[in-house]
């Protein structure tokens, strides 16, 4: 029988050290719930609604890894399991992800993304559809009211995302639908809404629940050629999450269909009092901070940090949907 070289032994008992001290931490990471978001306040909150909700199930907190990217870039860390689940739309799964693959109902999209080991469910309740916006203003000198009427006006500067422009449901489908002639000028989602608010564009991408279009005083355009999708706010996750987080999987399902898309902070609002969560909290300034952070920006002086208002919100809109 041939012995092993000191040396190697050595290396060998390090490797097996390793491979134990390893294990606690794998079996340790396999038991945390990871969440993601995209770079918008929408996506912001409802990863911490999605750990907020799922973490008395869980044996460990939730990881939430804010703002990661554009849609390629959370999805990519979903598949490569940096993270578990994060919150998407059906238009983008449809459209942007399975792109070429008919995958118009649920079902489909879940026989699409089955061979990837994702799956998509829990469907949240409301629709974040894409849309053009005008200022108010421009809108009632030019008489716009749907694209068709944009169309019209060729001196019109258009500065939009640069992942609208890109994507497979953005600007040059939408370009050809309707006819437009400009060249957009391309912008982080954010920053638009700056540079309309300071006249230096006249046109944007919006989501449509976004905040800021009330506050702004902008006007949504209507997709009078039926262009966009539906963007049905649901849950993309990882086929594993289920088995190996059950509690939680389940705290999760009873998100189904309880955010409503007219207006929820009012109902927030209105039921703050009774939301006896020690981690949310009761004040007067997180009340604040629920409307500043969800319709117009974090940057109340209630706000300790844009963090704890997301978390802020995520607290009360989970407290809010246990209640719904």
Not at 151 to 163: C, I, M, R, T, V
Request: charged share 20%; proline share 6%.
């Amino acid at each position: 029988m041939h012995h092993l070289p000191g040396r190697l032994w050595r290396i060998a008992l390090l490797l097996c050290v390793a491979w134990f001290g390893m294990a606690p931490a794998a079996q340790a990471a396999d038991e945390t719930l990871r969440v993601g978001s995209k770079r918008f306040t929408e996506s912001y909150i409802l990863a911490e609604l999605l750990a907020q909700t799922a973490a008395p199930h869980t044996a460990s907190p939730p990881v939430v890894r804010q703002g990661l990217g554009n849609t390629a870039i959370v999805y990519e860390a979903l598949r490569s399991g940096a993270i578990d689940l994060y919150a998407e739309y059906t238009g983008t799964i449809a459209l942007e992800i399975l792109k070429g693959t008919p995958a118009d109902t649920r079902e489909a999209m879940n026989a699409a993304l089955a061979p990837l080991g994702l799956g998509v469910a829990i469907p949240l309740g409301f629709n974040d559809g894409y849309a053009l916006a005008v200022r108010a203003a421009d809108a009632d000198r030019l008489g716009l009211r749907t694209l068709s009427d944009l169309a019209k006006h060729p001196e019109l500067k258009l500065g939009l995302s640069n992942e609208f422009i890109g994507r497979a449901d953005g600007w040059k489908g939408l370009a050809g639908r309707y006819g437009f002639t400009q060249t957009p000028t391309g912008l982080d989602h954010g920053l638009a809404y700056d540079a309309v608010a300071a006249k230096q564009i006249d046109v944007i991408d919006i989501y449509t629940t976004d905040a800021k279009i009330d506050h702004l005083g902008l006007r949504v355009l209507e997709d009078d050629r039926k262009y966009f999708p539906r963007y049905d706010a649901v849950v993309l996750y990882r086929l594993d999450l289920p088995t190996r987080l059950p509690k939680a999987w389940a705290a999760l399902k009873t998100l189904e269909g309880r955010i409503d898309e007219h207006n929820p902070p009012k109902r927030v609002a209105a039921s703050w009092p009774s939301c006896s969560d020690p981690t949310c909290g009761s004040s007067r300034a997180s009340t604040c901070c629920w409307w500043r952070c969800r319709w117009a920006s974090p940057s109340s002086s209630a706000c300790r940090s844009r963090s704890w208002c997301f978390r802020t919100c995520g607290c009360a809109l989970s407290c809010w949907a246990s209640r719904a």
